[in-house]
């Protein structure tokens, strides 16, 4: 059965910091590209984030130079390091595998609030 369980999400004040952690289960986690998608209220689900089998990385422009994705095959998790969170920020973070088949989590909610 394929999992993918995001966590870490949460309140944070502008100019905050979270770490977003995917832990995947029921597939072979590295062979699969791993993105982080959100999604706003109101707007389209957009990526975020992501890193394919070995280390290259890519980064949505909103993303780049604050975020920081990584993977441990070992751990078969995937994570987003986001720091300098803005209230734009504010989403739903889903975690997503892609190779012939995509897989998604559940989300995990990100609000950046005074």
């Known amino acids: 059965q394929v999992q993918l369980v995001e966590s870490g999400g949460g309140l944070v004040q502008p100019g905050g910091s979270l770490r977003l952690s995917c832990a995947a289960s029921?597939?072979?986690?590295?062979?699969?590209?791993m993105n982080w998608y959100r999604r706003a209220p109101g707007k389209e689900r957009e990526l975020v984030a992501g890193?394919?089998?070995?280390?290259?990385?890519n980064y949505a422009d909103s993303a780049k130079g604050r975020f920081t994705i990584s993977r441990d095959n070992a751990k078969n998790t995937v994570y987003l390091q986001m720091n300098s969170l803005k209230p734009e920020d504010t989403a739903v973070y889903y975690c997503?595998?892609?190779?012939?088949?995509?897989?998604w989590g559940q989300g995990t909610q990100v609000t950046v609030s005074a």
């Open positions: 997503n595998a892609h190779n012939a088949w995509d897989y």
């Open positions: 029921g597939f072979t986690f590295s062979l699969y590209v």
């Open positions: 890193i394919d089998q070995g280390t290259s990385t």
